[in-house]
Structure formats: C-alpha cells, structure tokens
C-alpha cells in the first residue's frame, strides 16, 4: 500500500508558503524538511549542502539527532550521500544498510532506518548538495514521491544560488557555489580585467516555480514551444541564420529537439507535479545536463550545448524575455562570459564598462577575437564549462597574458592583481606621454611608427599612439564580420570613412587576403590539404577578377582627390602584381571615362611574404612604388613552420641568422633602388625584434597599437650606429654559429634598453 498523504502539487503550493516567510534560512529549510517528510510519510528528511572544501554537510534535519547538524560531514564519493553527489543521480533503496557503500555515522542516530531515498540537489547540472528521506519499514519509494523531492530540490538549489545559505554556513566553511576557482584557458588578447560577472546570454531567474493552475501552464508551454518551432523553422526557411552568427547545421539540430516528442513529454510531466511551465522547462534541463555531463563523448558534449541552448529560447519564450544580452543595466567593470559570440554582438556593449571577456570556445583568428583586440580588451578563450561555473555578478579576475581566470578569488589574488592594473596604467601613461615625441634613434635616425588596423574601432589609435599612418590596413576584417558579401557601395563608405579618420596621415590598404584561415562563413569555398600555400589572397583575386575588381573600384572611388596606397598580399611572381596593377588601370580608366574624379596620388605596391620573391627583387622594384615585408607568412613560409600549428611555430628563431639575412636583403635592395620599404609582421612589434629589424636597415614599422609605445620608447634610447657595428658583422658569411638572439639581449643590457 503506498503512503503518501498528498500529492505534489499540494506539497508544491505549501513549498510556495515556506518560500515567502519572512523567516532566515535555517528557520526555513527545517520548515521545507518538515513538510517532506509529512508529504513522502517519512521518519526522516535531511539536506546536505556541499562545502567548497568537497565534504557535504548536514544542514537541516527531522528524524535524525539535532544535534549532528553543521556536523555531520560526508566527502563526495563517501556513504550512500556521497554517491548521490558524485553520480548526481538518485538512489532509492528498501534496504540501505545493505547497500555497499552505506556509512554509518553514530552521531546521526539512523542504523534503525532501513529504507533510504535521496536525489541530488542540482543546478545547471552541478551538483550543491543532496536531499534525503528514510524510513524504518522496507520499501521502495514510488516514482512520484521521487519526482516531489526533485522538484524540492530545485527550491533548495534556488535559495543555494540566492546566496541564502551563507549566512548559516560554520565559521570557516564556504559553499561549494561561492567557491573560488581557477580556470586555464588560451589567452587571446592582452591586458588584465577585474570585474563582475557579465553572462552574455543571462540565465533568466526563475523565481515563481510553483503553479497556481496546472492546465494554465499546460497552454504557456504548448504556446511557447509552437512559437520556438515557427521561429526557428523562419529562420532556416530563410536562410538568414548566418545573421545570428549561426551556422545552419547548429539550427537543425535545435529544430531536431524542438520537435523531440520525449523532451516534450517530460516537460508537461513535470507541469502535471505542480511546477510552473519554466520552471519544468529548468528542471528537466538540468536532470538532462546532470546526466549529459557524465559523457565524454565531444560530440554528445556539444549536443548538450544545443539543448542547453533550446532550453533557453523556450524559457525566454515564456518569460517574455528578447534574446540578448544583459546590455542594460550593464556594471560599470563588467567581464563578459559566453560559450561564443559574433564580433558584431561584441560591439553591441557599451566598451566603456567592458573590463574583459572570457570565452568557451573561440581561438585566436576568431572574429570576436580580432574585434576584442582591435578594441583592447583583454579575452581569454577556450575556458572549459565557465558558463555553467558563474553565476550573474560573481567577482572575477580574467588575465590575458597567461590565458587564465579567477572565479570569486580570494582576498589576497584581488590585491595582487590589482596592484598589476595599476602597474599596467602607470606604464600605459608614460607611453602616452610620448606620443608627440618624434621618433628618433638617439643618434640622430628618423624611424616611421605605423599602425596595423582592420576596422573602424582601431583608428583613434591613429591619434591616441601618435602612429605616422596606417602602414597595413587589413581589409578583409570588414568581409569577416559581415554577414554577406559586402557590396561595392558598402565598401566604397567604408574606405571613405577610413581616409576621413585617418586625415593626413596615409593609409596602406592591402587587398583582400581570404583564403588559409581567414574564411569568410557565407562564401563557398573548397576543403584545401594546405590552406596556408593554397588558393589565397591574390591567387583567388586574380581567378575571381569580379571580387578584386569591386574592391579596386570601392577604394578608387572612397579616395578621390586624395591620395590612395594599395598593396596586394602573396605575391609570389612579378608577373602577378602586373596582372593586378592592369585591373587597377582599367579601372581608373573607366572611373575617367565616366567624368568620377581620380585619386590625387596613386601608389601600388606588394607585400614580401612569399620567399621566391627574394630572388626577384631587382624586378620588383622596378615596377612597384613600394613593399612591406609580411614577416608573419615569409617566416612560416622560410622555415616550412606552420605559424598556427603551436608545435612548430616556435620551433626556429625569426632573430637568427638565416632569417635576419633574407630580412636585410629586402631592405638593402630597396634602399639601393630607391623603394620605401615597410615590415608590417608581428616581429615589428616586439621591442627586442624591432631592435634587430632597425640594425639590419629597416626604418619604416607597422604594429598593432599596444606595441607603438614599448617600441618607441626602446628607439628613443637605441643608438643605432653602435648597434649596427655589434650585429652586421655577426651576420655576414662564415658567422652562421653567432647566437644573434644572445647578442641583441647582451647589447640592449649593455645600454638599459628596455627590451
Ligand atoms: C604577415 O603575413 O606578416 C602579415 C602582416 O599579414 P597577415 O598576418 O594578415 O597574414
Ligand atoms: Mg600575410
């Protein structure tokens, strides 16, 4: 014969009246212990909460002695509790002491219970405590009596997450949910951020869990879901899912569960127990995550990603709530936290009151990357599960020099990292000081300080840093961020804008470099064994004149009666550039013909990324107005290094000798004939490369903005000419053993160059 008194729903609604009290937190979980056991008929009702320490704590009781509670202690995997948390699944034993893992604690008084029901107390899938009842008699608890006692764990795991139970916690414990945590991730863009959690997409609290009417709540779900399903059949009829910035197969995955009849069906049982339409939506989410978690499976991983995400749209569904960020009531140090994200939602927030972002996935040719750190802020990405680890507004510490995150750090991390911020802005200000300093070796030798940009958000750099122009433009970041190909008159506005910002100083635009890893998500392109040395950049320029044709036209256009500096990447013949320069000369032929005004000034030019070009310099200069040596590809090209592929790319030394040789000729031969020579690579940036570049007779850089300053400030202190004495003999021939890296450390000592 089965016991239970009441129904769920009867327990729910007298759940709901413990939950409004105005009483504190031990006062009301001896009430909600009371109650079950007075629902389920049972001697005994316990709650466990799990420390931060990994032990689980009795926090409330009926039926075992009072007196063991904030003592009795249980480590996850320990006693039948134990397990609970650790399997985060339910055990439902007629006779628990029987059971293998039983422990028996002679505080607690329970060796005469026989029967034992416990589940975990779960959120987001993680597991912040365990719920137990037991019986004296033999029996097994019905399957109702099971889902009523999850469902009052969903209440507890509510007042968890609220912070309630702080306040009861023993004097030097903490909550496992309140625990801090370190995270590796991948740094992504420099810089340190102390702030509050941001969640770009919010988990919405749920804060009414318990019906008033139970058929009520049947309808707001069959409505949610119907509208879920419309939305999402639109958008893949439509066939602007590249909008949201998702990817097509991610949204028939979503259709697939949305129309899932037993993902359905558990949601409207658990409706059936008493619980409001989101609420179950939460409940079965998370008994589905809990389960999921266990899997190691990457594919089943991101299935769980997918529900997860679905779980979402159909709780906003039902709570009214738009998609989107917590934009609007945004913290004034805030650090954004999501799975991923698409640059232009990035933009979205108000860069004022963004400290950091930290990421699930995205690498570092993302293009919220790109766009992270053309704004400079500091990200860290591929932080495994953070989403789920934090919760809205927790204290966290992103430092994006290692790749690593502080979750809720403790006192003494804060201090220090602190103390690094305030270190950083010291130095950031003696950098800005320098800005109308001019750019001068100490003896006497003019140095032009470029700028490397991609979008309009990198041009006040232009100003703040002092930069004598843009010496590379990188336009395909405008195509990446797009969600379709940007057409002639978009471009056109955007190059415009571009020379308007940067006003006299000028501006090197190179032309598309797509293809490699650089993809752009709404073009067809072919699966390539080589990407890198595959049909890229100028290649697919030339096989697709249409493309490179527009963008020429776009940019003659924006620069009419100004001057306009182009210059195409990966050239690898002369032959090459002169098929592109005849595409730029029938273009401006056609712009005449058609009475448009022509750029004031024109120059074309070539990047030197591909090293057969080394052997041809002679002809190349001959034809071109200027290079700019693409250190980036000609080192990974020159050493067969894949400069992605982190067990190779530092394999060899871009400041050795081989390397620094090829780098000198393409200066030397360029001075020697009278053609302006620029680097533009990631070597330009590092004060010690930078040092080298200059000895070896480079006098034009282009860099990313925070490199400007620690550059600057080296050059301002290098005397050149003592340099050059110390490394042009080391590299000539014969000298190969010299360790070139060694030397330039043990010369920028010698003069307390800050290197
Ligand atoms: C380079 O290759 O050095 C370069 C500047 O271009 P990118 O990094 O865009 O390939
Ligand atoms: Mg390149």
Not at 30 to 41: E, S
Not at 190 to 216: C, M, Q
Request: charged share 25%.
């Amino acid at each position: 014969m089965r016991s239970s008194l009441a129904g769920p729903r009867v327990l729910l609604r007298r759940l709901r009246e413990v939950m409004a009290e105005p009483i504190n937190a031990q006062e009301r979980l001896d009430k909600i212990v009371q109650l079950i056991a007075a629902n389920v008929v049972a001697e005994v009702c316990s709650v466990y909460i799990l420390r931060a320490d990994g032990v689980l704590e009795l926090y409330a009781t009926i039926g075992l002695n009072k007196n063991a509670v904030h003592k009795t202690a249980l480590r996850v995997g320990e006693g039948l509790v134990g397990l609970i948390a650790s399997d985060a699944r339910p055990l439902n034993l007629p006779n628990a002491q029987a059971h293998p893992a039983f422990a028996y604690r002679p505080e607690t008084g329970e060796d005469s219970y026989n029967s034992f029901l416990g589940v975990p107390i779960l959120r987001a899938g993680r597991t912040l405590g365990v719920l137990v009842v037991q019986n004296m008699s033999h029996r097994t608890y019905f399957e109702d009596e099971v889902e009523a006692l999850q469902t009052t764990a969903m209440v507890i795991a509510e007042m968890v997450a609220a912070g309630e139970l702080e306040a009861i916690a023993q004097q030097g414990t903490t909550i496992d949910l309140a625990r801090p945590m370190h995270l590796k991730g991948v740094s992504l863009a420099e810089g340190i951020g102390l702030g509050h959690v941001v969640l770009h997409e919010p988990r919405v609290v749920i804060t009414n869990l318990i019906a008033e009417d139970v058929e009520r709540e049947g309808e707001r779900l069959d409505d949610a879901i119907l509208r879920l399903r419309e939305s999402l059949d639109n958008m893949l009829s439509n066939g602007d899912f590249s909008q949201h910035g998702e990817h097509r197969e991610v949204l028939e995955a979503y259709r697939m569960f949305a129309y899932d009849r037993g993902w359905v069906r558990k949601i409207e049982e658990a409706i059936q127990n008493g619980l409001t339409a989101e609420a179950a939506v939460e409940k079965v989410q998370s008994d589905t995550r809990a389960k999921m978690l266990r899997q190691t499976d990457p594919y089943l991983r991101e299935r769980l990603h997918d529900l997860d995400d679905l779980a979402h749209r159909l709780i906003r569904e039902l709570m009214g709530h738009a998609a989107g960020p917590e934009a609007d009531d945004l913290p004034k140090d805030a650090i954004i936290v999501a799975r991923n994200m698409g640059a232009a939602e990035l933009l979205d927030y108000d860069r004022e009151r963004i400290r950091g972002l930290v990421l699930e996935e995205c690498g570092p040719t993302s293009h919220v990357t790109i766009v992270a750190r053309a704004l400079g802020i500091p990200t860290v990405g591929q932080v495994e599960d953070i989403v789920s680890l934090v919760e809205s507004r927790d204290a966290i510490i992103i430092d994006g020099e290692v790749g690593q995150v502080f979750l809720r750090p403790a006192a003494d991390v804060e201090q220090a990292f602190a103390e690094k911020v305030r270190f950083r802005a010291r130095r950031q200000e003696q950098y800005r000081q320098l800005r109308d300093v001019p750019s001068v070796t100490s003896d006497g030798t003019d140095i032009a300080i470029q700028l490397n940009a991609g979008l309009l958000v990198d041009l006040p750099s232009l100003i703040d840093t002092g930069a004598a122009g843009v010496g590379l433009f990188r336009t395909e970041l405008q195509f990446m961020v797009a969600s379709s190909f940007p057409r002639m008159t978009e471009q056109q506005a955007f190059y415009s804008k571009v020379l308007d910002a940067a006003g006299e100083r000028p501006v090197t635009f190179r032309s598309l470099d797509i293809g490699g890893d650089k993809i752009l998500p709404y073009m067809r392109h072919a699966q390539e064994e080589n990407p890198a040395m595959g049909w890229r950049a100028i290649r697919f320029g030339l096989d697709r004149p249409g493309l490179l044709r527009t963008q020429i036209r776009a940019m003659l256009h924006a620069a009419a009666g100004r001057q306009l500096k182009l210059m195409f990447p990966m050239v690898a013949e002369v032959e090459e550039f002169r098929r592109a320069k005849d595409y730029v000369e029938r273009e401006l032929k056609h712009l005449k013909q058609h009475g448009h005004p022509a750029p004031s000034d024109l120059r074309l030019g070539v990047m030197v990324e591909v090293p057969s070009l080394l052997w041809q310099l002679e002809e190349l200069y001959q034809e071109v107005d200027f290079v700019s040596v693409g250190s980036n590809d000609l080192y990974q090209f020159f050493n067969a290094a894949d400069r992605g592929n982190a067990l190779v790319a530092d394999r060899f030394d871009p400041l050795s000798s081989g390397f620094l040789r090829a780098l000198r000729h393409i200066a030397q031969t360029g001075a020697n004939m009278d053609v302006p020579v620029t680097l533009c690579g990631e070597l330009a940036g590092s004060p010690l490369s930078a040092m080298a570049l200059l000895g070896i007779g480079y006098r034009s850089l282009s860099m990313s903005p925070s490199s400007i300053g620690p550059v600057k400030t080296m050059l301002l202190k290098l005397d050149l000419k003592k340099l050059e004495e110390k490394l042009l003999p080391a590299l000539e021939p014969g000298k190969a053993s010299e360790n070139i890296r060694e030397l330039l450390t043990d010369f920028a000592s010698e003069y307390e160059l800050p290197v």
